[in-house]
């Protein structure tokens, strides 16, 4: 496309030029043909009546048959090309140029007593007329000038006609032959400018033609000082902030897909979270209503059941309070309700603290605990939130440990952090539930998870929590069991 244009703008320019071009030489020799011979005309009586003055003029200053005359009037005979015949008043030759004195004489007579014939009258003032006129003889034009002298005597004065044809010819033969010259060479010139002065557009063209691809890496280098490197330099401006406003487009539309696909996982959240809730809660509401129900129609009259229905209601209605006591902290936490306080602590004495209130539970399930070795360690957290993720991770050690039931909670410092695990003996986790943990209600075993009481938060809340203090957590599995770590500031060596 751009080799088109490029041909087509070269070959209009060149054709538009070469055409005027011509146009010109065209009228300029018409010009000529039809003025160029009445001018030589013109300008040829002028050099006669020049001549008839200077003859005039160095007659009557000096003697006519001098060498000084003789020499002058040659002179102007020669460069001139000019015939010249004087005679006295008696007819006889004084001065003569010619070739034929007696023709001239003769008809010099002729014009003096009027027999002259084919006779053109072209100008009269005073003592000499001037004229064109045919000799009868050798059948030639001429351009004669005939008079008196201021001394008295006449004088003939004559040019050829055809050789101002011929040189008027001559300069139109040459003035045609230049002009075609001229008009080959001004072809090829505006060929060649054209070329030049169109490079810096068809780069303009190319520009222009990635950036409709959105392509704004080529830019326009200016060489001058002119239109076209004006037109250049706002291109490269209208370039730079077409990619910027394409740039800030484009980083536009990324964060709307990106909030549009956080809404939809938001939705899918809320759905998900409801169809949890609603699980959830549906078991102990369908026990409690069972055994409620059971209780006021008298199922069994004994008192022996009345406390065990009675302590059944009261497991479930414990576990649904704690299920909306966990989900109030959660919500708390992801909505940044609760802020973070940074507080200097002892890590060891929150770790004996949460072991020491769990102590029950490790001995009901038959857990053997075993302790870091470390006495103190001083660390910056927020002492509510890591002990809400030690919490939960302790009660998911002591629920899902099996085989040797060993649970093992380390603290090891790492530069200027520590790094908590709990860990416990037990099956290591699969890889598909790995990525699914710190989801929330998720459960890896639903019927144990039941079975202790789990609602799937816990987890969540660890994420919730760790997030907000911003520091690292995780899970990793052991060929023996499962350890979950987390880190926080230190200040102090262990």
Not at 162 to 170: D, G, I, P, T
Not at 236 to 264: G, M, P, V, Y
Not at 282 to 287: G, H, N, Y
Request: hydrophobic share 40%; charged share 25%.
């Amino acid at each position: 496309m751009i080799r088109f244009l490029k041909k087509s703008i070269i070959r209009e320019y060149t054709f538009v030029f070469g055409l005027l071009l011509s146009a010109c030489i065209v009228l300029i020799s018409v010009f000529n043909l039809l003025t160029l011979g009445p001018a030589y005309m013109y300008n040829k009586q002028k050099v006669l009546l020049s001549c008839y003055r200077d003859i005039d003029s160095a007659a009557s200053a000096g003697d006519i048959s001098s060498d000084e005359f003789d020499r002058s009037l040659g002179e102007i005979s020669a460069i001139n090309n000019i015939e010249v015949l004087i005679i006295d008043a008696d007819k006889q030759i004084l001065k003569s140029t010619g070739k034929d004195s007696t023709m001239m004489t003769r008809r010099l007579l002729d014009f003096v007593f009027g027999g002259a014939e084919n006779v053109n009258p072209l100008y009269e003032s005073g003592r000499i007329k001037i004229q064109r006129t045919t000799d009868p003889r050798m059948k030639i034009e001429y351009l004669e000038l005939w008079g008196s002298m201021e001394n008295g005597n006449f004088i003939l004065m004559r040019t050829p006609v055809q050789s101002m044809k011929e040189a008027a010819v001559l300069a139109n033969t040459m003035f045609i032959r230049f002009g075609i010259i001229a008009i080959i060479a001004g072809i090829i010139f505006i060929s060649m400018a054209t070329k030049k002065i169109t490079r810096p557009i068809m780069n303009l063209v190319g520009i222009s033609e990635k950036m409709t691809r959105l392509d704004f890496s080529e830019k326009f280098v200016s060489r001058g000082n002119n239109e076209v490197d004006a037109l250049g330099e706002h291109m490269n401006r209208l370039s730079d902030k077409l990619e910027a406003t394409i740039e800030e487009l484009k980083s536009a539309n990324t964060e709307l897909l990106r909030d549009i696909e956080k809404k939809t996982e938001i939705d899918e959240m809320r759905k998900e979270f409801l169809s949890n809730v609603s699980h959830e809660l549906k078991t102990p509401i369908a026990l409690i209503q069972g055994y409620a129900e059971g209780l006021k129609d008298c199922v069994n009259d004994d008192e022996e059941s009345r406390d065990f229905y009675c302590d059944v209601i009261t497991d479930e209605a414990d576990r649904m309070n704690k299920l909306v006591k966990n989900l109030l902290n959660l919500n708390e936490l992801e909505a940044g309700g609760r802020k973070v306080e940074i507080e200097h602590f002892d890590l060891m004495e929150l770790i004996r603290n949460c072991t020491a209130s769990m102590d029950i539970l490790i001995k009901q399930n038959g857990i053997s605990l075993v302790m870091p070795q470390q006495t103190s360690i001083m660390v910056w957290a927020d002492e509510f939130k890591t002990e809400q993720v030690l919490t939960n991770y302790l009660s998911n050690a002591i629920h899902y440990a099996s085989g040797e039931k060993t649970v093992r909670i380390g603290a090891t410092r790492n530069g200027d952090t520590v790094r908590v695990n709990v860990f416990n003996t037990g099956e290591p986790i699969s890889d598909e539930v790995l990525p699914n943990l710190w989801t929330k209600f998720y459960k890896a075993d639903k019927a144990r998870t039941r079975e202790y009481g789990g609602s799937g938060i816990g987890l969540s809340i660890v994420k919730a929590c760790m997030e907000a203090m911003g520091r690292d957590y995780g899970v990793e599995n052991h060929p023996d069991g499962v350890s979950f770590w987390f880190e926080v500031d230190c200040t102090d060596s262990i």
